[in-house]
């Protein structure tokens, strides 16, 4: 079983748009799929689910569509809270928080604070998250450190560099699945997912249901994976 699942939600969208909708009925719809998701993880006991809701390219949409989107993530904490604690989800978010409204990082700290205490699943919600910039970021305290004499630069290794990581403490995602028929990473967890299983569909993410979760994983489970060397049987 995978430990770790990691999914871009992408596809919203083109979802509403096929729909003769506007593109942010396609994040609400995407909402949705998130809740089953997030149920079907914790039917397979999958302990750490990341998704990327956000991108700190995402900027470069009309301010109309990015309003939107910060509105749904306050949105959801609000609606979904309960539930999550009931199902034992513990949240937690990635990414930048400077840059984002007051009224947006009081929902993210609420949501973190009322589910610190829960064991059953992670949810870990990429937002205002890049790969790059949070890799810039380790470099720069890392540098700051050693610059200060708190870090000897000869210890610096792929262990303790991960900690300076947003995903600090977090293991690597086994399986990584991105929907909406795109085959790119887009500046996800691009230092994490060296290893991981990639897996591609072309539904649109309000579409996704626990069926693809469950096809997703049953194809992770007969990969063999080797890490470089010679390896043993398939899905190890
Ligand atoms: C993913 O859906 C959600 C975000 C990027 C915020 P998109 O909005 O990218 O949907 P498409 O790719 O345009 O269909
Ligand atoms: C990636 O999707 C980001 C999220 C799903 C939040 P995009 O739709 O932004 O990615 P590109 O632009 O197609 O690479
Ligand atoms: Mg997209």
Redesign the pocket.
């Known amino acids: 079983m995978p430990q770790h699942i990691a999914i871009?939600?992408?596809?919203?969208?083109?979802?509403?748009?096929r729909r003769g909708l506007p593109?942010t009925a396609?994040?609400r719809a995407?909402i949705e799929a998130l809740r089953s998701v997030v149920e079907g993880c914790i039917e397979h006991g999958v302990r750490y689910l990341t998704v990327?809701?956000?991108?700190t390219e995402?900027w470069r949409?009309p301010k109309s569509?990015v309003d939107a989107?910060m509105g749904l993530l306050v949105e959801y904490f609000d609606r979904e809270i309960v539930r999550l604690c009931r199902e034992g989800v513990r949240v937690r978010i990635i990414g930048e928080r400077e840059g984002l409204t007051e009224a947006v990082r009081e929902a993210i700290e609420s949501a973190e604070d009322r589910t610190r205490c829960n064991e059953r699943l992670d949810l870990i919600v990429a937002f205002n998250y890049g790969s790059r910039a949070e890799i810039c970021r380790a470099a720069r305290t890392v540098a700051a450190l050693a610059s200060k004499g708190e870090l000897d630069p000869e210890t610096v290794d792929e262990a303790n560099f991960g900690s300076y990581l947003y995903t600090a403490g977090i293991p690597d995602p086994d399986l990584l699945i991105r929907p909406?028929g795109?085959m790119r990473l887009s500046n996800f967890l691009l230092w994490q997912c060296a290893y991981s299983e990639f897996w591609f569909t072309s539904v649109?993410?309000p579409d996704f249901t626990k069926a693809h979760l469950a096809e997703a994983i049953a194809e992770y489970r007969r990969r063999a994976r080797r890490y470089g060397g010679l390896g043993a049987a398939p899905g190890g």
Do not use: C, K, P, T
């Open positions: 871009i939600m992408d596809g919203n969208g083109r979802w509403a748009v593109r396609g994040h995407g990327f809701a956000f991108s995402n949409r569509e989107l909406s795109e649109y993410w």
